[in-house]
């Protein structure tokens, strides 16, 4: 089919190395044969960032046209307004502002935390922070543990106690100054910059965030025995200037889940589907997440800007302005501005699908 801002555009599936372990439930999604736990546990979607744990690697992470082998970023800077749309582009320029993965991880990773938006200007010159959302897709155990993660400071941490445990790497110290939860399939969480945490061992994970990789790590070494340079713990700014981006604000377990566990919303009901809003707009203007579910057919409503799918079960076919494409589980659409309404009908079994949207436009 002809590249056209009209139709939806079938990408590649990127996967980025990381210093953690993880991966094998990302090839079972996929359905090949599993590789393994190894350094590549993530697959970015819709992706115009690129990665930067390895240097050597420059374009690690981009997306690319299935059909052609071209970087998305380079098929939107043709027609930016007819990719992007108008709104967005005023706002954003030719960036989507967004990127999205999906996480499986076979170890905890390192505690760490993003800046948020002035941090990053001050301290990295960038005009976007790392504030993410995390929705649970599902997990495994490892070593008899269920799927958990870390996430907010308990109350009455001080930044000086949380540099002494850094300095002396006292890592069951640290992991004591942050709230754990248990975590189960269906549950949202909304990690703003500079709070905080860490991704468990065992977690399947779909996560939307604000497009960097500016990645702050406490850890000097991994559980599973590797060692981070230096620059991956300070991301460059040096190791007094680290803590800098870390909010310490103490807050109950109670206060952190009532704050930022996020409820499903519905947005449509029909005999044929639903739709329903993992984050929203109201939950943060730097993104949006939907989860779609398709029985039979579904009329999704188009918006004036771009937006990406992710097929997590089932086939069917994608129907926009004429155009009639087969989808199926693991694939990831990007979806621009000029296409409008589209319709996903199953082939049987149900469709479960991700619909992911960048910045608030207006």
Same mark, same amino acid.
């Given at each position: 089919m002809e590249l056209s801002p009209r139709f939806p555009i079938l990408l590649d599936n990127p996967r980025a190395w990381r210093t953690y372990l993880g991966g094998t439930l990302l090839d079972e999604l996929h359905g090949q044969p599993s590789q393994g736990d190894n350094h590549f546990p993530e697959e970015w979607i819709m992706s115009v960032t690129c990665a930067t744990a390895r240097p050597e690697v420059p374009d690690e992470g981009l997306s690319h046209v299935a059909q052609t082998g071209q970087a998305l970023r380079d098929l939107i800077k043709q027609n930016p307004a007819g990719y992007l749309g108008q709104r967005h582009l005023a706002? &954003?320029?030719?960036?989507?502002?967004?990127?999205?993965?999906?996480?499986?991880?076979?170890?905890?990773?390192?505690?760490?935390?993003?800046?948020?938006?002035?941090?990053?200007?001050r301290?990295?010159?960038?005009?976007?922070?790392?504030?993410?959302?995390?929705?649970?897709?599902?997990?495994?155990?490892?070593?008899?543990?269920?799927?958990?993660?870390?996430?907010?400071? &308990?109350?009455?941490?001080?930044?000086?106690?949380?540099?002494?445990?850094?300095?002396?790497?006292?890592?069951?110290?640290?992991? &004591?100054?942050?709230?754990?939860?248990?975590?189960?399939?269906?549950?949202?969480?909304?990690?703003?910059?500079?709070?905080?945490?860490?991704?468990?061992?065992?977690?399947?994970?779909?996560?939307?965030?604000e497009p960097t990789d500016i990645t702050i790590r406490t850890d000097r070494i991994t559980p599973s025995g590797y060692t981070l340079p230096d620059r991956l713990c300070h991301q460059g700014i040096g190791f007094e200037k680290m803590f800098e981006c870390f909010h310490y604000n103490g807050m109950s377990a109670k206060d952190i889940q009532d704050r930022w566990f996020l409820p499903a919303r519905v947005q449509k009901q029909e005999e044929g589907g639903s739709i329903r809003t993992l984050v929203g707009y109201e939950d943060t203007t730097y993104f949006a997440m939907d989860e779609i579910l398709v029985s039979r057919r579904l009329c999704v409503p188009g918006t004036d800007v771009f937006s990406g799918l992710y097929v997590l079960e089932g086939e069917g076919e994608l129907l926009a302005n004429g155009s009639v494409l087969p989808i199926k589980q693991g694939q990831q659409y990007f979806v621009p501005a000029q296409v409008g309404d589209f319709t996903l009908q199953t082939a049987g079994a149900p469709l479960r699908v991700l619909h992911c949207f960048g910045p608030k436009a207006e």
């Open positions: 706002k &954003q320029g030719e960036t989507l502002g967004v990127l999205i993965k999906l996480i499986d991880s076979a170890e905890r990773l390192s505690i760490q935390v993003h800046p948020d938006r002035e941090a990053a200007r301290l990295f010159d960038s005009p976007f922070g790392k504030t993410e959302c995390w929705y649970i897709l599902g997990g495994r155990e490892i070593n008899g543990e269920p799927p958990c993660i870390y996430f907010g400071f &308990q109350e009455g941490i001080t930044q000086a106690e949380w540099k002494r445990c850094f300095d002396e790497q006292d890592i069951e110290g640290m992991l &004591q100054c942050l709230h754990r939860f248990d975590v189960t399939p269906g549950q949202t969480i909304l990690i703003e910059g500079g709070m905080p945490h860490a991704i468990g061992a065992g977690c399947l994970i779909a996560e939307i965030q």
